[in-house]
Nanobody, 124 residues
Framework: QVQLVESGGGLVQAGGSLRLSCVAS????????MAWFRQAPGKEREFVAG????????DYADSVKGRFTISRDNAKNTVSLQMNSLKPEDTAVYYC?????????????????WGQGTQVTVSS
């Protein structure tokens, strides 16, 4: 088991930045592939970014490439998502996800553990 707790969401104007953090507890953090997903009202949960065990070769959704950066600190059991140049369409609840898979999956079904989510609202 692993418990995930997100923080850092909030209200920001378009063009602004936010940094989300997810702290994991319960098992060896370095053994988990980590990802961020988001879900806007009335839409399905979608992949945003993912990062492998050693932090190399992160993967991003096309909609956030060049604006968002995912990183992890295995010593602090933390994965972060730096979000720059935010747009109103980035408004959603952002979820941290973890799985013991060795690859960065992009579908919800590929992640076993989930946080409760943190709201990000971008005003125009």
């Amino acid at each position: 088991q692993v418990q995930l707790v997100e923080s850092g969401g909030g209200l920001v104007q378009a063009g602004g930045s936010l940094r989300l953090s997810c702290v994991a507890s319960g098992r060896t953090f370095s053994a988990f592939t980590m990802a961020w997903f988001r879900q806007a009202p009335g839409k399905e949960r979608e992949f945003v970014a993912g990062i492998g065990l050693n932090g190399r070769r992160p993967d991003y959704a096309d909609s956030v490439k060049g604006r968002f950066t995912i990183s992890r600190d295995n010593a602090k059991n933390t994965v972060s998502l730096q979000m720059n140049s935010l747009k109103p369409e980035d408004t959603a609840v952002y979820y941290c996800a973890a799985d013991l898979s060795l690859r960065v999956g992009i579908s919800v079904e590929e992640y076993r553990y989930w946080g409760q989510g943190t709201q990000v609202t971008v005003s125009s």
